[in-house]
Every structure is written in structure tokens, then in C-alpha cells.
């Protein structure tokens, strides 16, 4: 077994002809080397781990692909979990990791962490090996991150719909506990603050981070007989199910409501949904996360980098203010 180990790594001072005699029996018998079993031996490893919240959400497919075409092109492999925004779930993954060795970690953290937690915290730091931390950064953790500013553009996207005559935005801001939610937040109050104009507290509405949160959330909103003059989706699914409600009733967007949306989605365009959007390039950010974690293995630093990607403002009429409608006060409808 020991020659059969030399010839699999690669061991000088073999012959041609052992290496021509092991390389038969292992096609023979249709042998595959464990990737985990090597790991192990060598104390070292090309396996990248991945772990994100939701994998049925297409930005984290999207961060996906950017990660694996990196990957790809520097011969590293990838070890994907989902943890369904369950610490539990994340605690069990990350200790699966830990026993296969892996050489990285590219990790989007729990949405319960937001705020500082001193265990949690120390759980990244005894991991031991190079993190990069993706879209959800964990306070005073201080760890390597790429990050979208969320805050500037939401300040940009509430400011469009305030230039377009609107007072009256409900913003569907998901879960208030999430960091990204708090982000977005803070950017739509500023930006009515900026504009010389007080926010209404009323105005944000908290959800799950799903198509059925939102769903639910907007029907509310479309049934309380008191429209807002703009709704803004604050995430992708976010806004796919507030367009799910809206398309239940006879409004029409911009004639009856304003829609602003924070992220594009491949059924836009299929559909021919022309909506004022924030557009984010998430396979460049899984692209620049694996890049980070590469050149944090070649060269070692106690530096810390986190890098701001900013997101493109796409203005495609959506944000118009509704015909008929009085930028004082709210519709009446019913």
C-alpha cells in the first residue's frame, strides 16, 4: 500500500514501470483516491469550504458561479453547505469542514449574528484557517470581507423615488434582526433626512427575507385601504413577492404605484419587467471573495481587507409618480 500511496503523490525514485503497474491495477478496479483520506495525511488540502444561507436564492447562486469560476482556474475544489439561516445548522457545517481539512472558508453568516456576539465571534477566530466573509459582515469581527454598500444604495434608490414628487415609501425591509436589513434601512431614512423631510416609522415593514413574507406583508399594505404612492422591495425575493401581490389587484405600475426593486432578477427580463431597480454584479462578488482568499494564502498577513462593492442605480420608469395621485396624502381605496 505504501508504493500505491508513493505512486498517487507523485513520489520521485519511482520507476516507469511501477508507476505503469499501479496505474492498471487502479483502472482495473475502477479506483478513486480519497481527496478526504489525502487531506488528512498531508495536513494539507485544495478544498475550499462554502457555506450560504439559502441556496434556492438566485444571489447566492449567483455568488456561487463567481466563486467556482475562480476555483476553477486556480485547481481548487469546493465543499457547498446551506444552513437555511439556522445557527445550529451552521455550527454543524462548519465542524464538517473543520474534519475534512479544508484549506479556506468563504462564509455568509447567520442572519441572528448581526450584532456583536463575543462566542460567535471567537467560533471564526479558533477555526484556523484564512475566512472570507461574503455580503453580511459580523460587527468588531474583523475579518476579511466583500460587501456590497447596501447603504448608499438605498440612500440613491429612496432619493430617485423623492425626486420623482413621492413623500409617502413603504420600504419592505425584511427582517429587522439581519445587518443587511439594517443597512438598507439606515440608507432610506437618509435619505429623506438628506432631502430636508421626516421618514415615517410606519412606512417600514418587517418580513421574513422569502416571496411569502413579502407576499403577505404587501397584501396588507394593498388592503389597509391606504396605498403609499411607492413601494420598495429591498432584496430580490422581496420583491418577487411583493410583485406576486400586486399583480393579484388592478393596480398598475406607475399609474397606480410606484415599484422600486434592490437587486435584478433573470424573470425581469424574461418577462419583459422594465423596473427601476438597484442592479448588483453578484458573480463578481463571489469572484473578488475567492480571489481575497487565494491571496490571503499566498501571502500571509495579519491585514485586514474588506472591500465595498457598489451597486448600479438602473432607472427604467417604474419611479414615476402615480397619475392622480396627491404627493400629501395617501389614496383612498375602498
Given at each position: ?14 520507476s516507469?514501470?511501477t ?29 475550499i469550504?462554502v ?41 454543524n ?5 473543520q ?21 460567535y ?5 479558533n ?6 466573509l ?16 447596501d ?7 429612496t ?50 427575507f ?28 422581496l ?47 463571489g ?22 462593492l ?25
Amino acid at each position: 500500500m505504501s508504493t500505491v500511496s508513493r505512486v498517487l503523490n507523485n513520489y520521485p525514485h519511482i520507476s516507469s514501470a511501477t508507476k505503469q503497474k499501479v496505474a492498471d491495477v487502479i483502472h482495473e478496479m475502477n479506483y478513486v483516491p480519497s481527496v478526504y483520506a489525502r487531506s488528512l495525511s498531508s495536513q494539507n488540502s485544495n478544498i475550499i469550504g462554502v457555506v450560504v444561507p439559502e441556496i434556492s436564492n438566485p444571489f447566492f447562486g449567483g455568488v456561487i458561479k463567481g466563486i467556482t469560476q475562480i476555483a476553477d482556474q486556480e485547481n481548487y475544489n469546493i465543499l457547498l453547505c446551506n444552513t437555511d439561516e439556522d445557527q445550529i445548522k451552521e455550527r454543524n457545517a462548519l465542524r464538517m469542514l473543520q474534519e475534512y481539512r479544508i484549506k479556506g472558508l468563504i462564509i455568509t453568516p447567520v442572519t441572528e449574528r448581526g450584532e456583536y456576539d463575543k462566542e460567535y465571534v471567537e467560533m471564526f477566530r479558533n477555526f484556523g484557517i484564512d475566512l472570507v466573509l461574503v455580503d453580511r459582515d459580523i460587527k468588531y469581527g474583523n475579518f476579511n470581507a466583500v460587501l456590497f454598500d447596501d447603504t448608499t444604495a438605498l440612500f440613491d434608490l429612496t432619493s430617485l423615488l423623492i425626486e420623482n414628487g413621492h413623500r409617502d415609501i413603504a420600504i419592505l425591509a425584511g427582517d429587522p434582526r439581519h445587518v443587511v436589513s439594517k443597512r438598507r434601512v439606515e440608507g432610506y431614512i437618509s435619505a429623506f433626512g438628506a432631502n430636508g423631510l421626516e421618514y415615517k416609522p410606519s412606512d417600514i415593514y418587517a418580513s421574513s427575507f422569502s416571496i411569502e413574507g413579502a407576499y403577505c406583508v404587501t397584501k396588507k399594505i394593498l388592503d389597509s385601504c391606504e396605498l403609499p404612492t411607492a413601494i420598495i422591495g429591498s432584496s430580490n425575493m422581496l420583491s418577487m413577492g411583493c410583485l406576486k401581490a400586486l399583480s393579484e389587484h388592478t393596480l398598475t405600475i406607475p399609474n397606480d404605484i410606484a415599484f422600486a426593486g434592490y437587486d435584478a432578477l433573470d424573470m425581469h427580463e424574461i418577462l419583459n419587467l422594465n423596473f427601476t431597480l438597484v442592479e448588483k454584479d453578484v458573480e463578481l462578488l463571489g469572484r473578488k471573495a475567492m480571489n481575497l482568499l487565494i491571496a490571503n494564502f499566498q501571502h500571509q498577513s495579519n491585514d485586514v481587507n474588506k472591500i465595498m462593492l457598489t451597486p448600479k442605480l438602473v432607472v427604467r420608469g417604474s419611479e414615476k409618480f402615480p397619475k392622480g395621485r396627491s404627493s400629501k396624502s395617501r389614496k383612498q381605496c375602498c
